[in-house]
């Protein structure tokens, strides 16, 4: 089972592999990681063109980059790219110059609070360069001129984004979103693609009742990307989740929908809820992840966020201490079970409706008492139908039938699936 036992290890290792690519929202690092996803699960990989219009945006230059550092007045390397790929401002144009310190420090970035720590820090749509290092390592500079090398390309490209969908029972879609333009930052969002990718080969395992597709995207441009593609099948999409901070060591929080009410939200709530899991269900709002794209008022899908601790919520956000060390196999799996047992609830939530309205029918005779027979659990299932008879008219989904009643989805679920078997009940 992808979803059990040693996932958490599996994920863990493949954050590790994935956290050295220097990732941006396009370029060789994105494709390099969607190959790596690729051996965990088969992706469809898209490429659209440098000056594409993607609804209000443009999809932008493609960057890559090979090298970069600053050496100091003696040549040695103090800030250097094959590293860490956080030292480089994202998007930086090349650079080829001597300078002064001085005129340096201008496109320096350090987080003074944590003087050992370095910034994430990028410049997608403002033609700019910069380094990020560590403030003890600027400190540490002494003055003098300075060799500082970007070598870096900005030209007409691709944006590269890909899914993998696993096939429902019915072409209605629940949509599962992450991240791939972070480098190296093992929550933000490498443990969201890890989780993606794991919780895409549990649902494979069997025939889900929706069809699940998975989006691997660079965030922002790469989500509107899709959306603009996808327009016209939009009415598929009935139910969302984005992920991201997927594993660190907090506990879980769920932001909910623009509509607050969608069956995701209630799922989700639920689910959580019922688990006893330490957590917090959030009110939308429009800043974070790309839940933010994918609700904006033209799509209003039913889409929500699972992290953990939320983005910038954690001291490590967008800094190099957000490394393999600060994500726990735990954690992840942790994540990948709650996705889990809300997809399981999601699959089996129906609305029925009471073939035998009138009077309560007789359950002795049909045979669905004495199936309960040896149940530890006989008399709460014996409930579950009597709530799901009296809660059959159409109007009422079972998870309706599970939160009225105070029983678990579950066996408020198992006891439709005998009713139904019976013929006292129809979908």
Known sequence: MHGGEGAGEEMHALVERLYPLCRSITGDGVRATLEIVGEYVPLKVHEVPTGTQVLDWTVPEEWNIRDAYIADPSGKRVVDFAASSLHVLGYSVPVSRTMPLAELRGHLHTLPDHPSWVPYRTSYYQPEWGFCLAQETLDALPDGEYEVRIDSTLADGHLTYAEHVVPGQVPDEVIVSCHVCHPSLANDNLAGIAVAAFLARALAERTPYHTYRFIF??????????????????????????????????????????RG??????????????SERPHRVAEFTPYGYDERQF?????????????????????????????????SPE?????????????????????????SPYGEPQLGRRGLYDSLGGRSDAKQAQMAMLWVLNLSDGEHSLLDVAERSGLPFDTVADAAGALHGAGLIKA
């Open 217 to 258: 995207a660079p965030g922002t441009i790469g989500a509107i990307t899709w959306l603009a593609r996808n327009a016209e099948r939009i009415d598929r999409v009935k139910h969302g989740l984005v992920l991201a901070c997927a594993g660190d060591r907090g506990s879980l929080t769920y932001k909910q929908s623009r």
């Open 261 to 274: 009410d969608a069956e995701i939200d209630r799922v989700m709530r639920h689910v959580l809820a019922a």
């Open 295 to 327: 609700c904006s008022p033209g799509f209003d899908l039913g889409v929500g966020s699972l992290t953990r601790t939320p983005y910038a919520g954690y001291p490590e956000y967008h800094t190099s201490a957000d490394n393999p060390d600060f994500v």
């Open 331 to 355: 954690a992840m799996a942790d994540t990948l079970a709650v996705c889990r047992e809300a997809f399981a609830v999601l699959d089996r939530n129906r609305r029925y409706l009471n073939l």
